[in-house]
């Protein structure tokens, strides 16, 4: 029993006034058929219900439930949509976006693509293989209808492609690209080729892979160091933290990754995620920076160095100087907690910086001034948050980024996806020293619980709908985000090193994921019943 308060929703005034007072209230008398809320709720359309226990005169359960829901939410079947997330997984989604489970129970997937037949195919990284799934869709709930292995175990690990026509698949293990002939309505695969090959290092060993629009048959793929501090990667030779770009129309044989291609940046350490902005045609990446530095005798590495979206010009003949440039590692990192950077008189959020020689450096190092002269990043992240995919939408207005997950810090930070907001120019609308470029659209309510139980995202992939799929390889899940027709992006995310929500979640967004399927509409009501008895 509470003391509770009426308010009658007046739709023409869009708020809520008080009618009258109730010394005790119970479920089941007094006031019969209206819903009951405790606590202060930010509703997706920004509307703010009292902080005392709220009654809504003249509404029942549902009709209340879809005047506070996400309309994106309710557009799902009452029926259980999807399975609900594994293990302690509980996403939060920013207001006026939806999120289901729509696959369960694959090995580490990572990279996705849509074939010509809506087919989703999935480079599942604990078998080595590319799976194809059949999805069905029923009044908005996506659902996995039938699954076969399309390619033999080849240790594939990340990246995929598929040609404009559908015909040919790509994909990447850590020591070559292959290729095959697609057939689309029997998912199956044949004429297996090397493309390009001399891939092989430790540590890093994702490629990927991305076919370009706008200079159609090049192919850029990414390639990594082989250590936390790979002093190789400091010569061109090696290969090492180099993004490259090989064209497959007059393929003679298979390219060696260390001396041919198109070079489009070296000094990379780790850039995982690549695409092609849809209007400008230039191509950005998103780099893992390195862990456990040190700066002046003074460890750093709680907060720097900063992780990266790098800029590295264009494939469809637009002339960028600085393409095929030096980025500056293994010698040089990008701030982010500027305070925490000895001697940092001179530098902001961004700033290209040198850290300590080590026996990782040979026990070498450059300063300040040398760095200030490599190509900077255009945005920068939160430290260790990784990075690993970036998808533009069809206007490329907007990037969203996948932040695997930190490991290298007290507090964890990133397990999560983000959207960037990019201009008409095909330019980030922030600029590099800012810190709030990331807007948070789903995370986890507990990032106490990573790496080990919480969702972790890999890549992602657009359907023809314009819907996100995003795969979790720690929990072997395929997650659908979906928007509210007319949804913003979230406002700035102020980082911090707090466990719990991201602050561009709310309780509504909550509510909004728990709606999308049965077993959350068993549990949102059970929350409600607690609360009133």
């Given at each position: 029993?509470?003391?509770?308060?009426?308010?009658?929703?007046?739709?023409?005034?869009?708020?809520?006034?008080?009618?009258?007072?109730?010394?005790?209230?119970?479920?089941?008398?007094?006031?019969?058929?209206?819903?009951?809320?405790?606590?202060?709720?930010?509703?997706?359309?920004?509307?703010?219900?009292?902080?005392?226990?709220?009654?809504?005169?003249?509404?029942?359960?549902?009709?209340?439930?879809?005047?506070?829901?996400?309309?994106?939410?309710?557009?799902?079947?009452?029926?259980?949509?999807?399975?609900?997330?594994?293990?302690?997984?509980?996403p939060s989604v920013a207001s006026g976006f939806a999120v289901q489970v729509v696959a369960t129970g694959l090995s580490k997937p990572r990279g996705l693509h849509f074939d010509n037949a809506g087919n989703l195919l999935v480079v599942e990284q604990g078998r080595g293989v590319v799976s194809a799934h059949t999805l069905n869709e029923n009044e908005g709930c996506i659902s996995v209808e039938s699954s076969v292995?399309?390619?033999?175990?080849?240790?594939?690990?990340?990246?995929?492609?598929?040609?404009?026509?559908?015909?040919?698949?790509?994909?990447?293990?850590?020591?070559?690209?292959?290729?095959?002939?697609?057939?689309?309505?029997?998912?199956?695969?044949?004429?297996?080729?090397?493309?390009?090959?001399?891939?092989?290092?430790?540590?890093?060993?994702?490629?990927?892979?991305?076919?370009?629009?706008?200079?159609?048959?090049?192919?850029?793929?990414?390639?990594?160091?082989?250590?936390?501090?790979?002093?190789?990667?400091?010569?061109?030779?090696?290969?090492?933290?180099?993004?490259?770009?090989?064209?497959?129309?007059?393929?003679?044989?298979?390219?060696?990754?260390?001396?041919?291609?198109?070079?489009?940046?070296?000094?990379?350490?780790?850039?995982?995620?690549?695409?092609?902005?849809?209007?400008?045609?230039?191509?950005?990446?998103?780099?893992?920076?390195?862990?456990?530095?040190?700066?002046?005798?003074?460890?750093?590495?709680?907060?720097?160095?900063?992780?990266?979206?790098?800029?590295?010009?264009?494939?469809?003949?637009?002339?960028?100087?600085?393409?095929?440039?030096?980025?500056?590692?293994?010698?040089?990192?990008?701030?982010?907690?500027?305070?925490?950077?000895?001697?940092?008189?001179?530098?902001?959020?961004?700033?290209?910086?040198?850290?300590?020689?080590?026996?990782?450096?040979?026990?070498?190092?450059?300063?300040?001034?040398?760095?200030?002269?490599?190509?900077?990043?255009?945005?920068?992240?939160?430290?260790?948050?990784?990075?690993?995919?970036?998808?533009?939408?069809?206007?490329?207005?907007?990037?969203?980024?996948?932040?695997?997950?930190?490991?290298?810090?007290?507090?964890?930070?990133?397990?999560?996806?983000?959207?960037?907001?990019?201009?008409?120019?095909?330019?980030?609308?922030?600029?590099?020293?800012?810190?709030?470029?990331?807007?948070?659209?789903?995370?986890?309510?507990?990032?106490?619980?990573?790496?080990?139980?919480?969702?972790?995202?890999?890549?992602?992939?657009?359907?023809?709908?314009?819907?996100?799929?995003?795969?979790?390889?720690?929990?072997?899940?395929?997650?659908?985000?979906?928007?509210?027709?007319?949804?913003?992006?979230p406002g700035p995310t102020p980082t911090s090193s707090s466990t719990s929500t991201s602050t561009a979640t709310n309780i509504a967004g909550s509510i909004g994921y728990a709606w999308s399927s049965g077993a959350g509409q068993l549990s949102f009501i059970s929350m409600l019943l607690a609360l009133l008895l």
């Open positions: 029993m509470k003391p509770c308060r009426e308010y009658k929703y007046d739709a023409v005034a869009s708020r809520f006034s008080h009618v009258q007072s109730y010394p005790l209230c119970l479920l089941s008398q007094e006031i019969p058929q209206r819903l009951y809320l405790v606590a202060s709720l930010n509703l997706p359309d920004n509307r703010t219900l009292p902080a005392d226990l709220i009654m809504t005169r003249g509404f029942n359960f549902l009709t209340a439930l879809i005047a506070f829901l996400p309309l994106s939410s309710l557009a799902q079947s009452s029926s259980s949509c999807g399975p609900v997330p594994s293990g302690a997984i509980k292995d399309v390619t033999s175990r080849l240790n594939l690990n990340h990246g995929i492609e598929m040609s404009n026509d559908g015909k040919t698949l790509y994909a990447s293990s850590a020591e070559a690209v292959y290729s095959w002939s697609y057939d689309e309505s029997a998912r199956t695969v044949s004429n297996q080729a090397r493309i390009v090959a001399n891939m092989t290092t430790n540590d890093h060993t994702t490629r990927t892979l991305l076919l370009s629009q706008k200079a159609p048959g090049l192919l850029v793929v990414t390639r990594g160091s082989t250590s936390n501090i790979d002093i190789d990667a400091a010569s061109l030779a090696s290969g090492h933290s180099q993004v490259k770009a090989f064209n497959l129309t007059n393929r003679t044989g298979v390219y060696d990754f260390d001396i041919d291609g198109l070079r489009l940046g070296w000094g990379l350490r780790n850039d995982v995620g690549a695409a092609e902005h849809p209007a400008s045609g230039g191509i950005y990446t998103v780099e893992n920076s390195a862990d456990q530095l040190t700066r002046m005798g003074v460890d750093i590495h709680e907060d720097n160095p900063a992780e990266e979206l790098n800029f590295l010009g264009y494939l469809n003949g637009r002339e960028y100087a600085a393409q095929g440039g030096n980025f500056g590692y293994p010698w040089c990192f990008s701030a982010w907690g500027v305070g925490d950077l000895p001697d940092n008189g001179n530098l902001t959020v961004g700033s290209q910086y040198a850290v300590d020689a080590s026996p990782d450096s040979n026990n070498q190092n450059k300063t300040d001034a040398y760095c200030a002269q490599q190509e900077p990043a255009r945005l920068v992240f939160q430290a260790h948050m990784a990075p690993l995919d970036i998808k533009f939408n069809n206007s490329g207005s907007e990037a969203w980024v996948t932040f695997h997950g930190s490991w290298d810090r007290t507090q964890p930070v990133g397990y999560k996806v983000s959207v960037v907001a990019f201009d008409k120019d095909g330019e980030p609308v922030d600029s590099l020293d800012s810190k709030d470029a990331a807007r948070d659209v789903l995370t986890n309510q507990d990032n106490s619980k990573c790496p080990d139980d919480c969702f972790r995202p890999a890549a992602m992939a657009l359907d023809l709908h314009g819907r996100l799929y995003v795969s979790s390889d720690a929990s072997g899940e395929i997650y659908l985000i979906t928007r509210a027709s007319g949804t913003k992006l």
